[in-house]
Every structure is written in C-alpha cells, then in structure tokens.
C-alpha cells in the first residue's frame, strides 16, 4: 500500500546519479552495407562521442573509433554530421582540432586528410558527402581568422593527397551538399542572414565534374520566406526535399520539367528545424517507396509512403524519432525511436510486419514503469484568444501518494531554441522530479516547431512576450484544473528556455522560484556576442539590432531586476559560447544587489549544455534542494546542499 507523503518529499530509485551516468546520448544514424552506425556521447567520459556499430558477426555493440578520439564538429557551434561513410572507409572530425580525419578497415590509427588549419581549430568541417566513385568528400567548411567566420562548400580529396577546393561560396551559410547517384551532379543548401534556416533556405543545384561545378548553379526552390531542408537524391536519380511552402514541411520531388512535386500533401510536419547538420526525416526503401516520420506536435509517427501515394503508418510503440536519422538498411528501417516510458534507443524496424530490434538503448537499465509518468498532451488557451500546446508530466510513484487535500508543486519547463519543441521520449530528468511528487509540464509555446509555419511565427517580434504567456497559461490551466498547487509554480529552462524562465521570473509574478541554465539575461549582449550561426537571429525574435535597441532592452531582465521578487537558481557553463557565462554573473550580481535570495552554480569545462556526467548530476540535484528549500518540504534522499544567498 502506498504510503502518505508530502509532494516533493517521496524517496524514489530515479536518482541523480542515474540522470547523469545511467545512459549515452545517441545521434547520427548511418547504414553502411549490412552494417549500422551512430553517435554515443558518453558522460562518463566527459561528453565524448564515439562512433559505434552493430550488424551480422558481431556481438553487441563495437566502437569504431578509438579511446583518443572525440568525433565532434563545431561547425555553427551546434555541430551535426560530424561523419561519413565511404566504401570501406569512415570519415570524421575530430573535436581537438576540427580536421578531417580518415579511417580504414584494420587500422586502428586514424589518418589527417585536409591540412593542418592555421591556428588549432580554425578549419572546422561537417556534413560531409563522399562521391560515388570513392575520391572526393563535398562538405561545409568553416573558417574562423582575425574574428570572421566564413563558410563555404569544398571538395576534400578522400585520401588527403591535395588541398580542399572551394566549390561555392559568397552566401553566409551552406549545408546538405548531396552527390547524385552517377556523381554528375550536386545540390545543397545556402541561405543569408538574418535568416535561420526554418525561415528562408534556397536549394541549389549544379553539374559535378572533375571535382568542380560544371556550369552556373540553378536554383530549384526556397526563397527568403520558403524553408528547404533536406534534399536527398532517390536510388534512381531523383532529387527530393522537404519544403513548407503551404505553411507545413512536406515532402517533394522534383519533376521532369523542374516544378515540384507534392508527394504526401497534409497539414503535418514531415521536416524539422535544421539546428544542426545531416539530419533526415524520410529514407528511401525499393519499390520506390519513402519511408517518412511525420505528425503534429511531439506525439509522432513512422509511415511509408506508396508509389500511388498512399501513406501507411506503422503500429510500432514509439512516439518519438529524434533527432530525426531515418536511414533505409535494404528492405529494414534504421533510426532512434523511443516513447515516453521507453528510452531513445537505435532501432531497425521491419517494415513489413512490424519487428524492432534493439541495437543500443541510450539507458543501460530499463526503469521500472511503477515510478514513471505518462504525459497527458494538453491544449490550453492563452493570449490573444489562441491556443497553445504541452504534455503534463503528474507525480507518479507507486510507493506514495499526496496527503488528501494538497495539490503538488509544478516546474514548467521552457525549451530552448526557442525554435524547437517537445518531445515524446522518456525524459528520466522529468522522472526524477514526478517521481519525487513534483509535476512537470513541458510547453510548446508559440515559436515551437511541430505545427505548421505559422505557429513558429507566432514568436516573431514577440520572444519574451509570447513564450512567457504560453508557459503562464500553461501553469494557470493545470491550476484552475486543480491538478497543481498554484501557490508552488516554478519554471525551469536552458538557453533560450533560460531566457524564458528569466522574463517569466522577472515580468510576471506567477511564479514562486525559477531555474535558469545558460539563460540568457541581456538579449542586447546576445545580439553583441555570439557566434555566426545565431548572429541575426534575433532580428526576427526581437527587431533588428541596434536600431531596435531600445526594444532590446525592454525586453531584458537584467535591466528590470527591480521587478524580480522571487527565488532563483543559475546554473552556468564557464566555457559557452553561445550564451557567455557574464550573462549568469551578471543576473547574480544584480539579485545580490536586491537581497534575493538566489544560488550561482558555475562549471567549469561545460559549453552551451552539460555533458559531463558529475555535472549533470550535481546541477540536478542543486535544482531539487533550491525548490526543496523554496517550496518548504524535506527531501527524502539526501542531496549536497547548495549555498543560497540571502534565503
């Protein structure tokens, strides 16, 4: 029988320690012959990514690249696509200096096959595509000199025996470049600030010849207000793409006389926002049948689409495929799949009947389902007379139950990006606190990604003001419901979800204490001090920068602490990039100057997202004890206490 106990205060296995070493992060989905590969990063090892493999004669699963390699691109900092596969060969940069590297069958030691850049780390590659023929990669290339960033497309001699070559360049970013199948033939992507890529892409498309461009490149589709993402050549020669022309990422293929052509026209998603490079949302299986994972919102869907047009969605357990690696292995799928109660773990599905198979879960343990929690996807309302979306996450632990009459804490949590979205995967760090007796619901505010264009415009002009209404409303329907305890709201997020929590904290008083990680507390900095990829990102979240200056900061919280009245905890990587650790000392110094109470936790050796695993669990439990101590209950596992100034 379950044992009474106040929310916030049940023991639970869900530990930590468990979030933080328990598992590996997977990426990067590639099939090479019988054969599949992809990214583990590994906290243990302080965020390492190995690439591994599994397939026929092999037991388990086999690291493929050795103990001193990081196979990690900073390529726009976010990286992606950090390898490929050749032949025999595998191709790869390499985080200590970004070069390319090549490594063959029975050789343990990978080889430099572009030049040594002139300061460590300067020539930095990803995407890579090798031609059929095995003696070229095309890639981006990105170089950092005197603080310009310039990216370019270069054909890359497979064997290292010559310079890269420039193939394109002028615009300020490319990706995707993909080789037809007879090699005579290439397209890829390019797109000017301040465009992100969900907002205007154009897809390019040239002969290939000789390890050059053969006549002038020809635009097929995009435009500044006309996303492309992915292209992708079928078997037989033609090329496909996804574009959300109509105001949802659909998939198409180019016809005969150049026009697209809609292949499975709905108001879903069949793409995803291009964070990072050598992401893929459908596969091509024979027959001439595309595999797609699609759907709205977080809650997704496998499907194959029939050459008559037909989409027949898979009955599978899953409802989640991210990051997106859809990758045909014959007549099988290769991907990660995972579902709110299953880990994300990489999988090969049949098709055909039905059949998964495990190759590598990102958890070593399975959890227990009696300490787990299955979110409800809610539509709510909120400002403006619109409706926004999230899953609720309510305490769950088959060992306690809230005394009758309370009503338990709720963390709202605030994704980043902020052109991002939920997702339906089994989150063990929402789990460590539901099963503790706190509930959790994670937003998809306006701006997110998964319900067509017009729902991540929603976001623009208006971050800070649209995504802090959202979370707000979010917070009040789950109270007015009585599911929560609307006197113990806290929010919680991480970059642009810091920022989020920051304004929520700061201009709204719904809210009794916050969580910031990497948070970003001066959008004016933000705008001043960050790298190429985002450097104009928020002339569209915000206006343009510094004509719109005054707006900057209004919409600041460092320039408003005078409103801030409740707790706050800031966590902090000391070597970010993308969100510089003077934002956190600086929104410390200001709450110190106001006497609020609040905790400054930073990290040394942590970018833009914990990777290493005492870190993850020491912010997590620093997180659990600020609340503990903020909302008034005891933990029942003992956690380090952290320093709280002024509580």
């Avoid at 064997?159 to 394109?168: F, I, N, Y």
């Avoid at 926004?388 to 009758?404: I, K, M, T």
């Avoid at 606190?433 to 998809?444: E, L």
Wanted: charged share 20%.
């Amino acid at each position: 029988m379950a044992a009474t106990a106040p929310y916030g205060a049940w023991a639970s296995p869900i530990s930590a320690e468990l979030v933080a070493a328990g598992g590996v992060s997977l990426d990067e989905v590639r099939v090479g012959g019988d054969r599949v590969y992809w990214v583990e990063g590994r906290p243990l090892e302080g965020g390492r990514q190995v690439i591994c493999t599994a397939g026929p004669g092999v037991a388990g699963v086999e690291d493929v690249t050795g103990k001193g390699v990081n196979a990690r691109t900073r390529v726009h900092e976010y990286g992606g696509g950090s390898y490929a596969l050749g032949g025999d060969a595998l191709f790869f940069s390499d985080y200590a200096d970004q070069r390319l590297y090549r490594q063959d069958p029975g050789s343990a030691t990978p080889r430099p096959i572009t030049p040594e850049p002139p300061a460590p780390a300067a020539h930095r590659y990803a995407d890579a595509c090798p031609t059929p023929d095995g003696r070229l990669l095309v890639c981006v290339r990105e170089r950092h000199h005197d603080g310009e960033v310039v990216n370019e497309l270069v054909a890359v001699p497979a064997d290292g025996g010559g310079e890269p070559v420039v193939l394109a360049a002028g615009r300020d970013f490319y990706a995707s470049p993909r080789v037809s199948p007879d090699g005579r033939r290439l397209a890829w992507l390019e797109w000017d600030h301040p465009n992100m890529p969900w907002d205007g892409t154009e897809l390019r498309l040239a002969g290939l010849a000789g390890g050059a461009l053969a006549g002038d490149p020809a635009t097929v589709a995009g435009g500044p207000e006309e996303s492309v993402v992915q292209p992708e050549w079928s078997p037989d020669g033609v090329l496909h793409l996804v574009s959300d022309r109509t105001g949802w990422w659909n998939l198409y293929r180019v016809g005969t006389e150049g026009g697209l052509e809609a292949l499975a026209p709905a108001a879903e998603e069949f793409g995803t926002p291009h964070w990072v490079f050598g992401m893929s949302t459908y596969a091509f299986l024979p027959g001439g049948r595309i595999a797609c994972i699609h759907g709205r919102g977080p809650m997704q869907r496998l499907g194959v689409l029939e050459p008559d047009g037909a989409l027949r969605d898979l009955e599978l357990p899953f409802t989640s495929f991210y990051p997106p690696h859809l990758r045909a292995a014959g007549d099988r799928l290769a991907c990660i799949a995972g579902s709110p109660t299953d880990a994300p773990a990489v999988v090969v599905i049949d098709p055909a009947g039905g059949g998964v198979q495990v190759l590598r879960s990102s958890e070593d343990e399975a959890l227990d389902p009696g300490y787990l929690s299955v979110p409800e996807p809610i539509e709510f309302p909120t400002e403006g007379g619109r409706t926004a979306h999230a899953l609720y996450y309510p305490p769950a632990n088959r060992d306690f139950q809230g005394p009758e009459g309370e009503r338990p804490p709720l963390v709202v949590a605030s994704h980043g990006g902020p052109t991002s979205g939920v997702v339906s995967d089994l989150h063990v760090s929402y789990q460590f606190f539901t099963s503790r007796g706190i509930a959790v619901v994670d937003v998809d505010y306006g701006g997110s990604t998964g319900y067509g264009r017009a729902y991540r415009r929603r976001l623009d002009g208006q971050w800070g003001v649209v995504d802090v209404d959202d979370c707000v409303a979010a917070a009040r329907y789950l109270a007015g419901r009585g599911d929560v305890d609307p006197a113990r709201l806290a929010i919680r997020g991480g970059s642009a979800g810091g920022y989020t929590t920051l304004c929520a904290l700061t201009f709204r008083d719904d809210f009794a204490a916050g969580a910031s990680y990497y948070g970003v507390a001066d959008v004016a900095a933000l705008a001043r001090d960050t790298h190429k990829f985002e450097a104009r990102y928020l002339d569209r979240l915000i206006g343009p920068w510094p004509e719109a200056e005054p707006l900057y900061r209004e919409r600041s919280p460092i320039h408003h602490t005078h409103r801030l009245s409740c707790p706050v905890i800031l966590l902090q990587g000391l070597e970010d990039e993308v969100v510089p650790p003077a934002q956190a000392e600086m929104m410390a110094a200001a709450l110190d100057a106001k006497a609020i109470p609040h905790a400054y936790l930073p990290f040394p050796g942590e970018q833009h997202g914990f990777r290493q695993a005492a870190h993850i669990r020491r912010a997590l439990e620093a997180e659990l004890y600020f609340y503990s101590r903020v909302f008034g209950f005891d933990l029942a596992d003992p956690v380090e206490p952290v320093p709280i100034e002024h509580l």
